[in-house]
């Protein structure tokens, strides 16, 4: 049973416009979200987190938003370059720092 | 620069092989390390806690006799895949418990079984 659901396995955006990429989760133990970019055969970079106690964060392109209630979470890069192409990761945390991730999406930014 | 080092990046080797990969917390002590595997167009999936100085803790369904998780010094885990099979193959990573900070993961080993 998937805690972390990232339903769309790719995501494909013209450079310059906005990429948003969405997440659900189930469980409402989990205290804070991150997201995480990951090439091919290297491991995921931290991106952008938020606390369950926030419903946005930002930081430059990068914007996450959390709707609680909905149990929905999701990353906005605006403007999108393709040097954004990689694999996103949503992740939750629970009890001790576990994470538990998504299947992920691949971002495409076309030029 | 990279916080997390983990060696080997990939290996190959025959079936029945144990074969042991190094995770390197460079810019703290990190009393807990958690380790990952991901299959093939899957997620990250834990498979256990490594706790310096004590056992390992370890997900349901992973087998703590399989993986040998070893955290002998706060800058160093090694997880050892024991007489390694076809199915074991995937892609292992580990990273730093950083607390209340995001966690940060090591580059991966491939891991493939002949």
């Known amino acids: 049973d998937q805690q972390v659901k990232q339903n769309s396995p790719s995501l494909s955006v013209q450079e310059g416009r906005i990429s948003i990429l969405n997440c659900d989760y189930t469980n409402s133990m989990f205290d804070y979200f991150l997201w995480y970019k990951k090439y091919p055969a290297e491991g995921p970079t931290f991106l952008i987190s938020?606390?369950?106690?926030?419903d946005k964060n930002e930081d430059g392109r990068f914007t996450v938003f959390l709707n609680k209630s909905a149990k929905h979470l999701s990353l906005h890069i605006v403007p999108s370059q393709p040097g954004d192409s990689a694999v996103y990761f949503c992740?939750?945390?629970?009890?001790?720092?576990?994470?538990?991730f998504g299947k992920g999406i691949t971002l495409s930014v076309r030029p | 620069g990279a916080v997390v080092s983990q060696h080997p990046s990939w290996v190959i080797c025959k079936s029945g092989t144990s074969v042991k990969i190094e995770c390197r917390s460079l810019?703290?002590?990190?009393?807990?390390m958690f380790w990952y595997r991901q299959f093939p167009k899957q997620s990250l999936m834990l498979m256990a806690t490594s706790n310096e100085g004590s056992k390992a803790t370890y997900e349901q369904g992973v087998e703590k006799d399989k993986f040998l998780i070893n955290h002998a010094s706060l800058t160093l885990s090694t997880l050892t895949v024991t007489s390694a099979h076809p199915e074991d193959s995937s892609f292992y990573i580990c990273?730093?418990?950083?607390?209340?900070?995001?966690?940060?993961f090591g580059d991966g080993t491939r891991l493939s079984i002949l």
């Open positions: 938020i606390s369950s106690i926030k």
């Open positions: 992740a939750a945390r629970g009890a001790n720092s576990k994470l538990t």
């Open positions: 990273s730093q418990d950083r607390g209340n900070q995001p966690q940060h």
């Open positions: 810019d703290f002590q990190a009393t807990t």
